[in-house]
């Protein structure tokens, strides 16, 4: 149980153009899912917290408007890198949460050219 | 004061010992606690949670947790090359769902 997808698992496209990444918990509804970044060899780095049904939160310096969260049913949560610029190639990770437990997805990860 | 802090190694173990692996934390009102494992490349992957002081044992894994002094341990018993990844401590702040993360202990396992 608590497997939690995302798709695709890789992407590149080029600087100025926008990319949808899903995460979807695949045996159990998610009330709440979290997107994270991470650079390579550092840790991971809370972008949002999505709310299935009412806005997402940001943490503080992450642009809500370059980094759309949609959350739209209990198991389906989007992020969309909106204008991509090389500096937000990263590897992007989503988890959806039992209680206190966080599942996290396999991952993103996304080169802009 | 990080909230989560724990050694960043690398920390090196020959095939089949114990490895132990050390995360302190800052609120003393955090209650839950867990340990992710993360291979190069990888996502993050749960592998012990604990919400109570002592011991906790799953297979090769024990965690163990002293709320008294603010840490929260891993233990692996006869340890494999396999083993070999990032170990992630993380904790839930206050009564907040989300978690924080210490920056890591980089595990090598040497056959």
């Known amino acids: 149980g608590a497997v939690v997808s995302q798709h695709p698992s890789w992407v590149i496209c080029k600087s100025g153009t926008s990319v949808k990444i899903e995460c979807r918990s695949l045996d159990f509804q998610a009330t709440t899912m979290f997107w994270y970044r991470q650079f390579p060899k550092q840790s991971l780095m809370l972008m949002a917290t999505s709310n299935e049904g009412s806005k997402a939160t940001y943490e503080q310096g992450v642009e809500k408007d370059k980094f759309l969260i949609n959350h739209a049913s209990l198991t389906l949560s989007t992020l969309t890198v909106t204008s991509a610029h090389p500096e937000d190639s990263s590897f992007y990770i989503c988890?959806?949460?039992?209680?206190?437990?966080?599942?996290f997805g396999p991952g993103t990860r996304l080169t802009v050219t | 004061q990080k909230e989560v802090e724990q050694n960043s190694g690398p920390l090196s173990v020959p095939e089949g010992a114990i490895a132990s692996l050390n995360c302190t934390y800052s609120d003393r009102g955090s209650q839950s606690f867990f340990w992710y494992r993360q291979y190069s490349g990888k996502s993050p992957e749960l592998i012990m949670f604990?919400?109570?002081?002592g011991d906790k044992e799953d297979g090769r894994f024990t965690a163990q947790l002293n709320k008294a002094s603010q840490y929260v341990s891993l233990l692996i018993r006869d340890s494999q090359p396999s083993d070999s990844a990032t170990y992630l401590c993380?904790?839930?702040?206050?009564?907040?769902?989300?978690?924080?993360f210490g920056s890591g202990t980089q595990l090598t396992v040497l056959p």
């Open positions: 993380a904790v839930n702040i206050g009564s907040a769902r989300q978690l924080t």
């Open positions: 988890s959806a949460t039992i209680a206190y437990e966080q599942y």
């Open positions: 604990i919400y109570s002081n």
